[in-house]
């Protein structure tokens, strides 16, 4: 028992107070070292890419963006197809609104996006969620938005939110965003993302991110959440819903996400390369959409090539293939200097166990390391995409911790060669135990986990033997059961309620007593 005691002393204490000291990783720190592709396969991909957009184009534009285009020298095919000349294209690849802030309610959670800085991002959209200790899923409601949002504002290597389930419980669309907005704002202060199913929900939603923010015109002058979509139906094919969605978007006076998510050998050529050529065409065709309306908008660009398991048919979101697609989807959008989004830690496995594990890990790892800013889909996402696991989003997070220390890398000075420290150590004490150097870096140059396990095997058996699983499940718990933030005032929440349909009890938020 004196040895576990210990054993918890020295957890706490290596855990630390993360307001006083530096800590060893921090969001936006800079990518880019790993790079699948060479300079001259890069320009093979854009130049080719360039020639699908001139001479294939795209089926389905909305009259809105047809009338600009053909005024921006443009051509309309007597197949229907809207077709960019490759000046076009190149120019606004260079104009496009680049080295932006997205903006958290509190300013410690503002997020850049410039150059290769590395964020790591919420966001999937499943409908079934896994409770804890489960091993069958159940339909997601708003109740799990909210809890949700509440982990990944606690949780300190997720940057920013974007409901990683639906609330499948509504079927009015308008309540449906309405509540996901709510939902998601009332649980974390990080930045989040916003998707709707009807353009005409976004006015009514900045109607109520004012309330919240405080005024009318506050939420647009600090805009801490931004919307978007899938504007493209595959193959090179507009989806006029979803367009009209990322359009109304701009009022948001934010970036505008456009993902683009093909899927090889089903809706894009099973050849990888051919793969990246067709999403890449397809996301700038979609940053044509909003540049060519509003010149110089800031967009997030999001070219996410998914990945076909060719025997089945079914979507695989944690092979090696799909690691590999988004790292080169990262790198090329990098090259041309937009800010970047791929999907990456999108499992194929029902539970949080190794192959888990594992497929997140790689995929995460390399596109962080690609230099991605917006690394998407990195926690908590099951099944495919079509689930989610609460125990997922803790051991996630130890994950994505590692992986942040890892795009830190090595610094290499006068002082980490550590020569006096050798020399001194050789002609000493023959340890470095107590070397100044080792007390110095022992909490900035090391990250230490909070949940995975580092203790020797008879202290784990004298636990009683518990997997990483359970050890999340318990901290899940425990998290789920404690952070209840407030962060919107209780007579403006009332105000909020008497004027918007929200639907999620105030018991929920406001709990009397543990809810898990």
């Known amino acids: 028992m004196a040895r576990k005691n210990k054993r918890r002393s020295r957890r706490s204490k290596t855990s630390g107070d993360h307001d006083s000291i530096q800590p060893v990783v921090t969001k936006g720190m800079e990518g880019g070292k790993y790079q699948p592709l060479s300079d001259h396969e890069i320009e093979q991909i854009h130049q080719t890419t360039l020639d699908v957009l001139e001479n294939i184009g795209m089926a389905n534009p909305l009259p809105q963006l047809k009338e600009v285009a053909l005024e921006q020298g443009c051509n309309f095919t007597d197949q229907g197809r809207l077709c960019f000349p490759r000046s076009l294209v190149e120019d606004v690849i260079t104009r496009a609104g680049r080295d932006f802030i997205m903006y958290g309610r509190d300013p410690k959670h503002d997020i850049e996006m410039s150059d290769k800085k590395v964020h790591l991002y919420g966001g999937g959209e499943a409908v079934t969620i896994l409770d804890l200790g489960a091993t069958t899923y159940r339909p997601s409601i708003i109740n799990d938005v909210y809890d949700i949002a509440r982990m990944v504002d606690y949780l300190e290597h997720i940057h920013s939110y974007s409901r990683l389930v639906v609330a499948t419980e509504f079927s009015d669309l308008l309540k449906t965003d309405i509540n996901t907005a709510y939902a998601s704002v009332v649980g974390t202060a990080k930045h989040t993302a916003l998707t709707f199913a009807n353009g005409k929900h976004i006015k009514p939603t900045i109607e109520m991110l004012d309330l919240i923010a405080g005024g009318e015109g506050k939420f647009l002058k600090r805009p801490f959440c931004h919307g978007g979509g899938c504007t493209v139906v595959s193959p090179l094919r507009y989806g006029n819903d979803n367009c009209e969605v990322a359009i109304a978007s701009i009022e948001m006076n934010a970036p505008v996400w456009v993902v683009i998510a093909p899927q090889s050998g089903a809706t894009a050529p099973a050849a990888l390369a051919g793969s990246l050529v067709q999403v890449l065409a397809e996301t700038l065709a979609s940053l044509l ?7 110089g908008h800031p967009v997030i660009f999001g070219p996410w090539p998914f990945v076909t398991d060719l025997r089945t048919g079914s979507f ?20 041309y200097g937009l800010a970047s989004s791929v999907g990456a830690g999108m499992t194929d496995s029902k539970l949080p166990d190794a192959q888990a594990g594992y497929e997140k890990g790689i995929t995460v790892a390399m596109a962080a390391l690609a230099g991605c800013n917006n690394v998407s889909e990195s926690s908590g996402m099951m099944a495919s995409l079509m689930g989610c696991s609460y125990e997922s989003l803790v051991i996630d997070n130890d994950m994505l911790g590692m992986i942040m220390r890892v795009v830190r890398g ?107």
């Open 289 to 295: 959409l909003i540049d060519l309306i509003k010149p």
């Open 316 to 335: 695989s979101g944690g092979s090696g293939e799909e690691a590999l697609m988004s790292a080169a989807s990262a790198q090329i959008t990098n090259h």
């Open 410 to 516: 090595i610094e290499v000075n006068e002082e980490t060669l550590s020569y006096r420290a050798i020399k001194e150590t050789v002609e000493g004490e023959g340890h470095f135990l107590r070397d100044p150097q080792t007390l110095s870096l022992m909490k900035s140059e090391y990250l230490y986990p909070n949940l995975a396990d580092r203790s020797t095997q008879e202290e784990w058996e004298s636990e009683g033997s518990p997997d990483i699983r359970q050890r999340a499940e318990k901290q899940a718990r425990e998290i789920l059961n404690s952070h209840y933030p407030v962060y919107i005032d209780e007579k403006i929440d009332k105000k909020v309620r008497d004027n918007f349909p929200i639907e999620i009890p105030l018991d929920v938020i406001k709990p009397t007593k543990d809810r898990f």
